[in-house]
């Protein structure tokens, strides 16, 4: 392998993922096997374009694993991540252990030490966080409870490395220090050389120092860094954050991503959580990309060459174990058949944990160089394989559970956020916030005032900071769940492009909108949007009335004028809108636009006087009635 | 076959028990048209135009509402304020609903013994009701005896489960012209003819 620059080698990467991924999403194979299979393509074995270098690079994509759990903690207050206490530990307790036991029963039967087999149950027990959290969440199956029982064993097998990590060293023959391992289980030997209870209490006093920042300082200095009006400020803010907790929780010996993941939860509750959902999430997307792909690239095809036999059978026999054990657990668990079977195929695999403990024993010289490249290949290939069998449980397996699954979506929709979404909270927005918070409606809120923001969020509004128009801001704030957008900015190209996007991505939800003036309401109108209403008209008639109560209008003549006005005024922009609102080659110039408009509606006044049409309480033609009977009946008498 | 038009009032539907229950026994019965008054109208704005375009494509109109201070809830008033307008209604030309049949539809509090001459009401529901059997009369149209739910608030379930099947009975034999001129004259209330 020849050495490759820094650039090459992006390119390298970032020419299979633009090529592979789109390819694979569009035959409905999900991102994920997208990468893996750029991967395979330009791994050794096929292309050649990167080597052993793979394998770094692997380590240093890990890393996607940290952002991704700092994400999935963001969106789990903390009252729900201790509502979930027993499936963590019972289910994801009883899976490691189980699993374990029975892997450990396997290699002894393969003639195995039984130091040997302890380790290998206890590597391959453990299942892939990346691979399956990002396959999930890609077909939106995180909040359903086979989605939130997957998760609940993941975040177990993340604090079960630990203990399994202190474990190892104790099976190998010759005791090596821990400092070899590599990856994201590096441990400083500073800490290393202190007693047992002195690493406990640096770890009690790390995690309470997160803690105590995550609730009570992060607000502050988000509040700084927003007032900058920089919106890079914000993100390298949030990368220092999670770079920092994955450091220090390395350095007392923790899994940094169960470290950026407390940090997560710790900031759900924050009014920025948002902006750093939106700012994380490319970052993440790239590194596990990257990561995907070095896995792909790491799958020895020459072993699978040489001995495919051997291989294929172990692999079934690692996918048929742990695939049983999860039904089993999930039966007992309570989860529904369809989703029972979702739980057990998505987490049948082994996990990037495994490379690690994997080199770690063969460091300790507990596994020999056979049994490491075996095992290497069982788990990516077992990784590798996921996304087909999930794709494989939803269009086999699935719909036999079809009628099941249906009755329970809707009870689980609720758990998602607020289903009102205002965006823009200047002068307009807030009058409607302030009428629907009065009807019991708590809207969520976006607005890149950072000034607003805390004051707001004393009077019980959830308001987030962020530029309302942009997609990904509106996407982390649950417009996909969303029943209602109201569009309440002062920008007339923002909220046309805000209501079309919305319109075309997210059909389900209903868009109100703000309209600056006549043409631009027209402009929505072609968006067929729910609602929209023109910025000041209903206000400007408000005042009118009262000027018709001062010029000596009785008050209820001058209130129903008004209502007959407006009633009226609807009738006329839509005969307008037929007119020639749809036709966009007659958008005139912007200068001469308000003084065609003028003209417009007032011909169109003209044509039609309100009380033409106003014949409430009119006696007029019932007194010509009566005098004429009257002056009948006397010419009759006379 | 007669095109029935339900004209509905009442303001706090959210809070309606009894109403709510008969008017959704009666959604979607072919040539039967419900205007929810309150819902088309939040602001009592009424389309006249369109309101009377209705009562032309209708030969049954039904007022169904709670029973108000011994009336109606207000909108129907200003509907009847705005759309009965002279010389469409009533008067010399207005001719327009001349031969329509109206009935009121009524849900009450006070059992049928509130409304006698000894009950605490003094007067009966049709003596209460005289405005509008009048203003059918001068718009040219019959009064038919109405529809009245005595004692809404102790109604058991199934009681109300009858007056529903009652209701959705009663409008469909008016639809399909069961009920002849005599029937109705013999009749205190509506709710006799589908008991017989």
Redesign the interface.
């Known amino acids: 392998m020849h050495e490759t620059t820094f650039f090459e080698q992006a390119i390298i990467f970032l020419l299979a993922a633009v090529v592979a991924v789109p390819i694979a999403k569009r035959l409905g194979l999900g991102s994920v096997l997208g990468y893996l299979l750029a991967g395979i393509v330009i791994g050794p074995f096929v292309l050649g374009w990167i080597g052993d270098e793979g394998s770094d690079i692997m380590h240093f994509a890990e890393f996607g694993v940290v952002m991704m759990l700092f994400l999935i903690g963001l969106e789990l207050k903390p009252s729900l991540l201790w509502s979930m206490r027993q499936r963590i530990f019972g289910l994801g307790g009883m899976q490691v252990m189980i699993t374990a036991v029975v892997f450990a029963g396997i290699g002894i039967a393969l003639s195995l030490s039984w130091q040997q087999s302890v380790a290998v149950g206890l590597t391959l027990a453990l299942s892939s966080t990346a691979i399956v959290l990002q396959s999930l969440a890609e077909k939106g199956e995180l909040q359903n409870s086979a989605g939130q029982a997957t998760f609940s064993v993941l975040l177990f097998q993340d604090i079960a490395v630990i203990p399994i990590l202190a474990v190892l060293p104790l099976l190998a023959p010759d005791i090596l220090t821990i400092d070899h391992a590599h990856g994201d289980v590096h441990h400083e030997s500073w800490v290393a050389g202190l007693h047992g209870w002195q690493q406990l209490l640096l770890i009690i006093s790390i995690v309470g120092t997160i803690i105590f920042i995550g609730r009570f300082l992060v607000r502050h200095l988000f509040r700084i860094i927003a007032g900058t009006g920089m919106r890079e400020m914000f993100t390298a803010t949030s990368l220092l954050m999670v770079i920092g907790i994955a450091l220090a929780m390395n350095m007392v010996g923790l899994s940094p991503a169960l470290g950026t993941f407390l940090a997560g939860v710790v900031l759900a509750d924050n009014e920025y959580r948002h902006e750093l959902e939106a700012v994380t999430e490319p970052f993440k997307a790239l590194l596990l990309g990257l990561f995907f792909i070095a896995v792909g690239a790491s799958i020895n095809f020459q072993l699978l060459i040489e001995k495919p036999g051997l291989i294929v059978a172990l692999l079934g026999v690692l996918l048929v174990v742990k695939f049983s054990v999860l039904l089993g657990l999930s039966r007992i668990f309570g989860l529904r058949s369809g989703q029972q079977m979702l739980f057990s195929f998505a987490l049948a695999q082994a996990g990037e944990f495994a490379f690690v403990l994997i080199a770690f024993s063969s460091q300790n010289s507990l596994f020999t160089p056979e049994i490491s490249s075996i095992l290497l290949i069982l788990v990516a290939l077992s990784m590798a394989i996921t996304p087909l069998l999930l794709l494989l449980n939803e269009s086999l397996v699935q719909p036999l559970f079809r009628d099941k699954l249906n009755e329970q979506t809707a009870d689980e929709i609720e758990e998602k956020d607020s289903s009102v979404i205002i965006a823009g909270f200047g002068r307009f927005g807030i009058s409607i916030g302030r009428f629907l918070l009065a009807n019991g409606i708590q809207p969520t809120v976006l607005d890149n005032d950072p000034g607003n923001i805390q004051t707001l969020r004393k009077f019980g509004f959830k308001v987030y900071y962020g530029d309302a128009s942009r997609s990904d801001l509106l996407e982390s704030a649950g417009i996909e769940n969303a029943r209602l957008l109201i569009i309440a900015i002062d920008d007339r190209e923002k909220t046309t492009e805000l209501a079309k996007f919305v319109k075309e991505t997210f059909p389900n939800v209903k868009v109100l909108a703000r309209a600056v003036n006549l043409r631009h309401a027209f402009e929505l109108c072609n968006l067929e949007l729910e609602g929209i209403r023109m910025e000041v008209f209903d206000s400007a008639i408000e005042l009118g009335v009262q000027a018709l109560q001062l010029l000596d209008f009785q008050k209820y003549r001058a209130n ?1 004028s008004a ?2 006005f407006k ?1 009226h005024n609807d009738t006329i922009i839509e005969e307008l809108y037929n007119l020639w609102g749809k036709d966009k080659k007659k958008y005139i110039q912007e200068a001469r636009r308000f003084k065609e408009e003028l003209e417009q509606l007032l011909s169109s006044e003209d044509q039609s006087s309100i009380h033409d ?1 106003d ?5 007029q ?2 007194a010509e ?1 009566i005098i004429s ?1 009257a002056q009948k009946e006397t010419s009759q008498t006379d | 076959m007669k095109k029935i038009l339900v004209l509905f009032a009442h303001p706090a539907f959210h809070k309606s028990k009894t109403n709510k229950q008969l008017i959704s026994e009666i959604e979607g019965i072919e040539h039967v048209t419900i205007k929810y008054l309150y819902e088309e109208y939040p602001n009592f704005h009424i389309d006249v135009q369109l309101e009377q375009q209705l009562l032309l494509e209708h030969d049954i109109i039904i007022w169904h509402h709670p029973f108000y201070w011994y009336s109606a809830p207000s909108i129907l008033k200003e509907w009847i304020d705005l759309v009965l307008q002279h010389n469409f209604a009533y008067g010399k030309e207005g001719n327009a609903l001349k031969g329509k049949a109206v009935m009121s539809v009524i849900t009450t509090g006070g059992r049928i013994e509130a409304y006698m001459e000894q009950g605490y009401n003094c007067y009966s529901i049709s003596q209460f009701l005289r405005p509008f059997e009048q203003t059918a009369r001068l718009c040219k149209m019959n009064y038919l005896p109405p529809f009245v739910v005595h004692g809404t608030h102790l109604l058991k379930e199934t009681e109300l489960n009858e007056i529903k099947a009652d209701y959705k009975k009663l409008i469909v034999a008016l639809r399909n012209e069961l009920y002849t001129v005599d029937d109705f004259q013999q009749s205190n209330y509506a709710n006799d003819l589908v008991r017989k």
């Open positions: 129903r209502r007959t009633f049409s014949h409430a309480w009119d006696t033609s019932l009635e009977t």
